[in-house]
């Protein structure tokens, strides 16, 4: 027991250095995505993905100048639309959406209705917050029906592949679909709404937050029935007391032998462990051996 503790605790051990915002910058056709996050997390992906969403929009809409897309949380939640001056070196429209979290049919709506209004923008600064939340029209619809796989942009985000297994995702209508590959055969082994964190462990077992007090456990697999192998999948679910309630702060997650898999916390001490075999979390250990 001893020897466990103080692994845990060179696990959990850590420096904690000043916190800045995580800015990612790249360009999806004309659309240029300035993207602002607490971390490195599928927050990212999930912006990325909008930009790829609004790519295909300004295409059904004939719309052939730069846009500059800013996810950017702003605790004054002001929605802005501009044209960007030549000496400002974002020379084109610019949206800025405040939203801590990206609704992706909500931010279609909008850029759709800034290009409708375009000639009368100046006008229409205070409609940008219902354009917003307006009913999606039958082409955001449209759009929104699109597969979009996960991005692989980011390389601080973790993105693991073999010749047999593999896990990766596509959204779709406000869905993630999560896949598996097993034996050579995809299989989609969930859907979730959301993801925070996507850690895939093992080949055969993936971890997903999907809130900060929720954690999904996918583990996936093929079982031979005698003249071929089937594949299989299962979904657990955790309710998740997170360190820390007020943002998504993603964990260190890792496998410790062949049978634990610890959940980590970047700041504190916080230490969760999953048994594999028996399918059991147990949530922050070090707090139970100190009683």
Not at 232 to 241: P, R, W, Y
Not at 282 to 287: G, I, K, P
Request: proline share 3%; charged share 25%.
């Amino acid at each position: 027991m001893t020897k466990l503790i103080n692994i845990l605790l060179l696990l959990s051990f850590g420096i904690v250095s000043a916190h800045k915002n995580v800015i990612f910058q790249k360009s999806y056709g004309n659309v240029n995505l300035i993207s602002s996050t607490s971390y490195y997390t599928e927050d990212i992906n999930k912006n990325i993905i909008a930009a790829k969403y609004v790519e295909l929009l300004l295409k059904e809409l004939h719309y052939k100048d730069s846009i500059y897309l800013w996810f950017w949380p702003d605790r004054d939640k002001i929605f802005k639309a501009y044209f960007g001056k030549e000496e400002s070196k974002l020379k084109g429209l610019n949206i800025f959406i405040p939203e801590y979290e990206t609704d992706i049919s909500k931010t279609l709506s909008l850029v759709e209705n800034v290009i409708l209004n375009q000639k009368s923008l100046d006008k229409e600064r205070d409609r940008l917050l219902s354009w917003y939340n307006s009913t999606p029209s039958k082409l955001v619809k449209d759009i929104h029906l699109n597969k979009i796989y996960r991005p692989k942009d980011v390389p601080e985000l973790e993105h693991h592949t073999d010749q047999y297994y593999t896990f990766d995702y596509f959204y779709e209508n406000g869905t993630f679909h999560i896949l598996s590959l097993q034996n050579r055969e995809v299989i989609e082994a969930a859907q979730v709404g959301k993801i925070l964190q996507f850690k895939i462990v093992t080949s055969s077992l993936l971890f997903i937050f999907t809130e900060t007090n929720s954690l999904t456990i996918i583990s996936a697999d093929y079982k031979y029935d005698g003249t071929r192998y089937n594949a299989t999948s299962e979904t657990l679910k955790f309710d998740f007391q997170p360190e820390w309630e007020y943002s998504f702060r993603p964990y260190k997650i890792r496998l410790l032998g062949q049978k634990y898999i610890t959940i980590e916390s970047i700041f504190g001490d916080k230490v969760s462990l999953y048994n594999i075999p028996k399918k059991k979390l147990m949530q922050d250990l070090l707090a139970m051996f100190e009683e």
